[in-house]
């Protein structure tokens, strides 16, 4: 009789155990889950074309809107004045939550001229979220610009600084 007891006993410390490590897991999972999700939403961003090797600014900001969608998806469109006459239209890529505060993000835009596909830009960037997680800063985007017909590529860097729409 002793025995079943201290079996009972033993049974229902084990499954306590079990269901406290469960739950700290599943809580550890939450929290990890809100920090991927913080990026979720639209945000407005001002972007500075700064020179490869010396990081010094290239012309004036400019913004754009980006929007993280739950998933992993961004689309991304620009007032960037360096393509008139061209039309560059939206950006649509991917983003991953790397670490805490830093994600990354890529995405393509076709850049037309009358009509007709001109090139590729491709815009990859990581971005950290800042103390305040409605801003995040990147300090070395690549900038990636394709002739469709071929042809030298084009090659970038910027920064931006972002602010989340509310």
Known sequence: MKSNSWKTILSLVVCTCAISLAEAAGAQTKD???EARSLEGSWTVQVTQVNCETGAALGGPFLSLLT????GT???????????????GPGHGVWSHEDRRLFKAVSVAFITLNGALASTQTISQTLELGDDPNEFKTTAAS?????AAGGPTINGCATATGKRME
């Open 68 to 71: 993280f969608a739950q998933g």
């Open 143 to 147: 900038v990636i610009v394709v002739p």
């Open 32 to 34: 990890w889950d809100s």
């Open 74 to 88: 961004l689309v991304e469109t620009t007032s960037n004045p360096m393509f008139f006459p061209a039309v560059r």
